[in-house]
């Protein structure tokens, strides 16, 4: 192989190599960026729906099971009270009349019932205003999937309305 031939050949390897050829380069239109984007935006869209459709089903069966997945803090707060109250009549029952112990059991009742009543109550306060603490894990997962779903969507209309300007 003589010198000149070796140089043209380093050369148009050099230019395959480096692009020199202009087919070899890809180049992204905005357009085409942009058409890009919108097909992971669907995607992802997709996805999401798929991710709240499974949630929903869990918090569904959750519920229909009595899991602790599907229930608030204030919820549990409230079912316990309920069973402390169930609890302290129970004892009541079996206590003789006008023992201490009887006498005991009335003043825990009394402040049991009061307990109930003030966690019921903030229980509906919090429903009312949205807290988290009205909130169960189960259904904090179906919202925040909701959220994702309305950004994705948005996204989407972003994306066409950016697409049709072109």
């Known amino acids: ?9 380093v050369a148009l390897a050099a230019a395959l ?4 050829i202009p087919s070899a380069w890809a180049q992204v239109t ?5 058409a890009a984007q919108l097909k992971a935006d669907d995607a992802s869209l997709a996805r999401e ?3 709240l459709s499974q949630d929903a ?10 899991k602790m997945a599907a229930e608030s803090k204030d919820s549990m707060r409230v079912y316990r009270d309920k069973q402390g109250v169930k609890g302290e009549k129970k004892d009541m029952a079996s206590d003789r009349a006008g023992s201490l112990q009887s ?12 307990k109930l009543k003030a966690d019921a109550r903030r229980q509906q306060r919090d429903n009312k205003h949205g807290r988290m603490a009205a909130t169960s894990p189960d259904a904090e997962k179906v919202y925040q999937d909701k959220q994702a ?9 972003e994306d066409k309305a950016k697409m049709g300007k072109e």
């Open 1 to 9: 192989m003589t010198f000149r031939m070796h140089t043209s050949l």
């Open 17 to 20: 190599t480096l692009g020199s």
């Open 30 to 34: 905005p357009k085409q960026e942009d």
């Open 49 to 51: 729906r798929g991710q």
């Open 57 to 66: 089903k869990t918090l569904k069966s959750d519920k229909a099971e009595g």
């Open 103 to 114: 006498k005991e059991d009335k003043t825990e009742l009394k402040q049991d019932k009061a």
């Open 149 to 157: 779903i309305q950004g994705q969507e948005k996204a989407i209309a």
